[in-house]
């Protein structure tokens, strides 16, 4: 198999859409030429003769990796033996996932690249749903998998498996090494591509006879990559025209993504929101880009976003989208999505602008330095006179964030409210603590009830929506950040997906601290049941309220953690109090909750966001003008 060519370095649907869409308008003299780029971190060293698997380990070494997740296996196990001797610390997991998740859990948390790897066969299979889940949300990951040796590809060998095939849609780019001298240089620009542009996901696949071959070492590597040169500064016509319809609009919406988070670019947002007075909504993935408690901020919108913010967007005569895609979680049916709205759209992946939403105005570029210069455009913009008075917009808006506020019902038989436990959670532990999330509803309501008031104090499994990333994910989290306190809130389907990961916190000294919301079901599913399907709860009841199997407190201890219960409100905040103050081994608390507490509001899918549901059976009332 020869070695993928430039044009395939970026993923092949983004790269036509980009090619095609004429109303991308890119500067060629803004784009950075990544021709030649510089390799992450060089450390110049003397050529020596070592294996291919030597040659893996001192890359490694070389791009300042500090840890690895991974399970050694057959075709793998010749880079373990250099691994042992080396400064990279890895850390043996338990399932391959839990090795991918915790990659990702570190680059959320520390911004650099998260490394798993496993052998070949069912172990680089393992690592199928980690690598999704990192794409879908744009992480920088670089997964390293054994193959068979290369005279056996293609044969249907012992534990083989076309790993650059099946990952071929959801990796940013990946690559099977051919011969031992191409390590260093592919390992750099492996992690040049999964840091660079647009975060993702790259794949590293080597044949065991190639890491057992000889080849001589030496550092940094010459990289080659013609085919990628990521826009970073935007064209400055186009930031023109977006401060124009700035200055203009009577109902703008920053409409903040995950980018923003990713180009750290929070400081500038902030300075433009002030600067403009427009409201700012934050999707799920990028919650703490502004801090929640912010005037401006209306909250996060979509499917479970909060009134103001949904309808900010849905009444709004200009969205800016700023390191956003238009997910369908938040714009719901999307051809009566902000009818009224002129798009400003800028992303630094110029395939995502107008994918799902047609733009009016394009800017290809990274979020800091596209706000940076937006803030420039519109200062110019207020000096010539030009600015909008939006009392009228915010006064509609604070009605609706006074009427329609974010709050919930104790349950009527006196369980205990899970979105209570979050709240106290989150006002306990604090806002320098990074909240990690599963998926389900105790995901919306962490999203929801919990103040985030910092950036990467939110980790969650956005775009795929990965039941099981919770424990794992923390636990990189965790590594990368060992001076920060890191919860994790699952729930109990979820928990059961990857706590297996608790052992290895427990053996590797990684005191991370769970919280499970243990409502007996399939939260989320069961809210699904009872809206849609008359109340028939077919296949979502797990059986840990009824038969308490498993006892997660048991569990917890099993695995080498210290395990609590909490069954009632009174006991909350001491139950949490005493978790806290354990820092020399993982905790586990087992919240048991009631189990028809739902999430709301709620659009539901596949309907328009005007059909926005406060609560079960209240719509919010707007002006006889307004939705």
């Known amino acids: 198999m020869t070695r993928p060519t430039p044009e395939t370095l970026a993923h092949t649907a983004r790269r036509a859409r980009a090619a095609a869409d004429p109303t991308v308008d890119v500067d060629p003299a803004s784009a950075r030429s990544a021709a030649t780029p510089a390799v992450p971190a060089v450390r110049p060293s003397a050529p ?7 040659s893996l380990v001192r890359s490694l070494e070389a791009l300042d990796v500090d840890v690895v997740f991974g399970i050694p296996g057959g075709a793998i196990l010749p880079a ?9 610390r890895h850390i043996l997991v338990r399932h391959e996932q839990g090795a991918g998740h915790a990659a990702t859990g570190y680059a959320q948390a520390t911004g650099k690249v998260g490394v798993c790897i496993a052998t070949s066969g069912p172990g680089a299979t393992n690592l199928v749903t980690p690598i999704a889940d990192a794409y879908m949300d744009s992480v920088a990951m670089v997964a390293i998998t054994g193959q068979v040796a290369r005279p056996s590809i293609g044969t249907d060998a012992f534990q083989e498996a ?9 990796t940013k780019h990946n690559f099977l090494v051919q011969t031992a001298d191409e390590i260093p240089r592919v390992l750099a620009e492996a992690f040049h591509l999964a840091s660079s542009g647009r975060p993702g996901p790259v ?3 080597i044949p065991k006879d190639v890491l057992q071959a000889p080849t001589t070492f030496a550092w940094p590597p010459t990289l080659d990559l013609p085919g990628y040169r990521p826009t970073l500064h935007p064209h400055g016509k186009q930031i023109r025209e977006a401060a124009r319809l700035m200055a203009g609009a009577r109902r703008p919406v920053l409409y903040v993504g995950g980018g923003v988070l990713k180009a750290g670019a929070t400081d500038g947002l902030r300075r433009l929101a002030e600067l403009t007075g427009i409201p700012v909504v934050t999707t799920l993935m990028a919650l703490g880009a502004f801090p929640d408690s912010h005037r401006q901020h209306l909250g996060m919108p979509g499917m479970h976003g909060t009134v103001a913010a949904v309808y900010g967007l849905q009444k709004s005569d200009l969205i800016v989208a700023l390191g956003a895609r ?7 049916k999307l051809d009566s999505f902000a009818p009224d709205a002129t798009v400003v759209h800028a992303d630094i992946d110029p395939a995502e602008i107008g994918k799902n939403r047609h733009v009016d105005v394009p800017i290809v570029g990274d979020a800091k330095h596209v706000i940076d210069e937006l803030i420039a455009a519109v200062t110019a913009e207020r000096s010539a006179g030009h600015s909008t008075d939006l ?3 915010w006064t509609q808006l604070d009605d609706l964030r006074n009427r329609y506020p974010l709050g919930y019902d104790e349950p009527a038989d006196g369980t205990l409210s899970p979105q209570y436990v979050i709240k106290r959670l989150g006002e306990i532990a604090g806002p320098d603590t990074i909240f990690v999330a599963g998926v389900g509803q105790h995901q919306m309501w962490a999203s929801q009830f919990i103040s985030y ?3 990467h104090t939110w980790l969650n499994s956005g775009g795929l929506g990965t039941m099981g990333y919770a424990v794992p994910a923390a636990m990189g989290a965790k590594v990368g950040k060992p001076d920060t306190v890191v919860w994790a809130v699952d729930g109990d389907g979820c928990f059961q997906m990857t706590n297996q990961e608790l052992a290895t916190c427990a053996l590797e000294g990684i005191p991370v601290k769970i919280a499970v919301i243990n409502n007996g079901n399939l939260g989320m599913v069961r809210q699904w049941q009872t809206l849609f399907y008359n109340e028939r709860y077919s296949n979502t009841e797990l059986g840990t309220h009824k038969h308490r199997i498993p006892d997660f407190v048991k569990l917890a201890e099993a695995l080498g953690c210290v395990g609590l219960r909490c069954e009632n409100a009174a006991d909350v905040d001491k139950t949490i109090a005493a978790a806290m103050e354990i820092n020399d081994a993982p905790v586990v608390i087992d919240f048991v909750v009631g189990k028809d507490a739902m999430v709301w509001p709620m659009v539901a899918a596949g309907t328009s966001n005007d059909e926005i549901m406060f609560a079960r059976g209240v719509r919010p009332v707007f002006d006889e003008d307004d939705i």
């Open 391 to 393: 009392a009228d917009w």
């Open 453 to 455: 008031e910092k950036p």
């Open 326 to 332: 238009f997910d369908d979680r938040v714009t719901g």
């Open 162 to 170: 076309d790993i650059q095939g099946i990952t071929l849609p959801i």
């Open 80 to 88: 373990y033996d250099p691994l042992y001797d080396s400064t990279v």
């Open 203 to 205: 794949l590293v696949d």
């Open 48 to 54: 020596a003769q070592v294996s291919g698997a030597g």
